[in-house]
C-alpha cells in the first residue's frame, strides 16, 4: 500500500467556455505541479456505463493530504475559482487514498 494522497478531479466542460476551462487548466496546473503533485493520468471519458458523463479526469499523486488542502484553501486556488465555475458545469475534487 502507498502512503501516497491521490488527487482525482473530474470536470465536465462547458463547450462554448473552452477559454475558460484552458484559462482555468493553465492556472491550476502550476498550483498543482509546484505542491509538489506528480500527474499520474489525464484521461478523457469515452463512455459511461453508470452514472453521469465527466467529459474529462485527472489523477494525481502528492506525499499528504495536508498538502492538497493547501492549495486549494490557497488565495492562488481562490482567484481561480471564477473562471473554473464559467468554464465547468461540474467539477469534483476527490481526495482519494489506498484501501
Excluded: C, W
Amino acid at each position: 500500500m502507498s502512503d501516497k494522497t491521490t488527487l482525482v478531479v473530474t470536470g465536465t466542460p462547458i463547450p462554448s467556455e473552452m477559454a475558460a476551462v484552458q484559462e482555468y487548466l493553465q492556472g491550476v496546473m502550476p498550483l498543482l505541479l509546484g505542491a509538489g503533485g506528480t500527474l499520474v493520468k489525464r484521461l478523457k471519458v469515452t463512455e459511461v456505463i453508470n452514472g453521469n458523463h465527466s467529459g474529462m479526469v485527472m489523477v494525481m499523486d502528492f506525499d499528504s493530504p495536508e498538502t492538497i488542502a493547501r492549495i486549494f484553501m490557497s488565495d492562488a486556488y481562490a482567484a481561480l475559482m471564477p473562471v473554473r465555475d464559467k468554464g465547468f458545469a461540474e467539477m469534483n475534487i476527490l481526495m482519494t487514498s489506498g484501501m
